[in-house]
């Protein structure tokens, strides 16, 4: 199941709340994977630039924290639009404020973006589990009768990386491109994982040739 750009605004409006949001939204507006976001450092954030370098991924093996490359073993960098430069911003902003009431307790000292309320590495069982939460309390809501007219399809967080492919492709954004932002050693993986999406992009080609011919 793949979310609709509205369906997605509506799962990140109430994500909003929660600490994990720019985590969610960098997810969402990039197609990078958990382990990804989790190893990326605020060095490798250009806001200014707007873009992020990608060089690593953070996993966890026997309960232990680990660090390797990218699933294709390189680096890539990809550009963000304006809107996740404030939601970086804001976010880098609230966890000065934690540093600031931690003090000398907080434990990152290698500038990770996203991090527990201490400065920890944040475990990926825990930002995986949350999307589930929020959609149950949107279909859910507390306080109300009846649930929304349109309830949120279940998607997994690793889902939002298909989200991110699948609007692309349908925009007619060239595969190279996307497999490139999504860090496919080959734009023939895209092809193949994204086959069903970019036959549906070839019909609407079609009918733009033919309306441009009206």
Do not use: C
């Amino acid at each position: 199941m793949i979310w609709t750009p509205a369906q997605l605004r509506t799962f990140l409006g109430p994500a909003r709340s929660h600490r994990p949001f720019a985590f969610f939204h960098l997810a969402a507006y990039t197609g990078a994977r958990r382990g990804e976001l989790l190893n990326l450092r605020w060095s490798d954030v250009d806001l200014d630039g707007r873009q992020i370098t990608i060089k690593g991924s953070t996993g966890v093996v026997d309960g232990e924290h680990t660090e390797g490359t990218t699933k294709s073993g390189r680096t890539r960098v990809v550009t963000i639009d304006d809107g996740t430069v404030t939601v970086l911003r804001e976010h880098q902003k609230a966890q000065e404020a934690e540093k600031l009431r931690v003090g000398n307790s907080w434990k990152d000292e290698n500038g990770r973006v996203f991090t527990t309320a201490w400065g920890g590495p944040i475990y990926p069982t825990t930002v995986t589990a949350l999307p589930g939460k929020l959609i149950k309390a949107h279909k859910e809501p507390e306080g109300m009768d009846q649930a929304p007219t349109e309830p949120l399809p279940y998607v997994r967080l690793h889902d939002l990386r298909h989200i991110h492919a699948t609007t692309l492709l349908l925009a007619g954004v060239p595969v190279h491109v996307v497999a490139s932002r999504l860090g496919h050693a080959d734009p023939a993986i895209t092809l193949r994982v994204y086959a069903h999406v970019i036959r549906s992009a070839e019909t609407a080609a079609a009918n733009v040739f033919a309306k441009a011919l009206e």
